[in-house]
């Protein structure tokens, strides 16, 4: 490799460190639907706090945005709240493990193309150091 050698060592590491950058995206990716059920559990729990209270119409309305597509079942779907509360609860956790699968299946393609690109990168650029 001659006096090169130590450069295009860093090359090469920083070619595996972009693979390190993905998984830490990766990391956070993972997390968004677990997060966004936990955040509409919440807000169901609320729509089912507030059911009795005197204005409870109102107080549900202003629920609507934070429930997002739970809102027209919780708002004017058939049976009691505590009823629509449930279901769209199982609804929601089904939905939102589906997109979980759906995302740690697309991370682990693109951790295997990045893997993959990365090794050929590697070895690409040590044939050329080894050329010199």
């Known amino acids: ?22 998984g830490a995206m990766g990391i956070y990716a ?13 807000a169901l729990d609320q729509a089912l706090a507030v059911a009795a209270a005197p204005d409870a119409r109102q107080k549900l309305a202003d629920l609507a945005p934070v429930l997002d597509d739970s809102a027209g079942h ?24 589906r997109e979980a ?7 682990r393609i693109v951790l295997a193309v990045f893997t993959a690109a990365g090794a050929l990168f590697g070895v690409a650029v040590l044939g050329v150091a080894r050329r010199r």
């Open 1 to 22: 490799m001659g006096k090169d050698g130590g450069a295009w060592a860093g090359f090469l590491v920083m070619a595996f460190a972009v693979l390190g950058l993905v």
């Open 30 to 42: 993972a997390q968004i639907p677990f997060e966004r059920a936990l955040a509409r559990s919440a």
């Open 74 to 97: 919780i708002l004017h779907g058939p049976g009691d709240m505590a009823t629509r509360v449930a279901e769209e609860r199982a609804r929601m956790f089904a939905a939102f493990g």
């Open 101 to 107: 699968r759906d995302i740690g299946l697309r991370l």
